[in-house]
């Protein structure tokens, strides 16, 4: 996928004491499921409730076309809430690291969790859950 349909992530992080401000964020986002635009949402992950991968923290995550990352970045700023968004390619630690985008302050990742380069699934993945 190129241009506005190269997929994207955001894993969106949160405490305790964030949880409401989480769960009203991803049902912002599991409405934005049904937008027929270029830009919708495509997938609204589980709440998590401990580290789930390289995660080490509760998160939710999130599918979404490069055509729609504006419009998630400003709902995930505006929610005070920390997140990861990154690009999905076939270079998972890339795509955590290097091609990563931090919203808030970052999360130490556990990056012994993610896959070598071209080991893991990449585009094949993209709409479905990890978690």
């Avoid at 995930?76 to 390619?89: Q, W, Y």
């Avoid at 795509?95 to 130490?108: F, K, Q, S």
Wanted: aromatic letters at 8%.
């Amino acid at each position: 996928m190129t241009g506005g349909d190269a997929p994207y992530h955001a894993h969106v992080y949160y405490s305790e004491a964030e949880r409401p401000a989480a769960d009203t964020l991803r049902d912002i986002f599991l409405r934005g499921t049904e937008d027929e635009s270029e830009s919708r949402i495509l997938f609204v992950g589980r709440m998590t409730e401990g580290a789930v991968g390289p995660h080490p923290i509760p998160q939710f995550e999130l599918h979404f076309p490069e055509s729609a990352l504006a419009a998630v970045t400003a709902a995930i700023e505006s929610s005070g809430l920390r997140a990861l968004v990154h690009p999905l390619t076939d270079d998972d630690l890339a795509d955590h690291t290097d091609l990563a985008c931090w919203i808030g302050e970052p999360v130490a990742l556990d990056l012994d969790a993610l896959d070598p380069p071209g080991v893991n699934q990449g585009v094949a993945r993209f709409g479905k859950s990890d978690f």
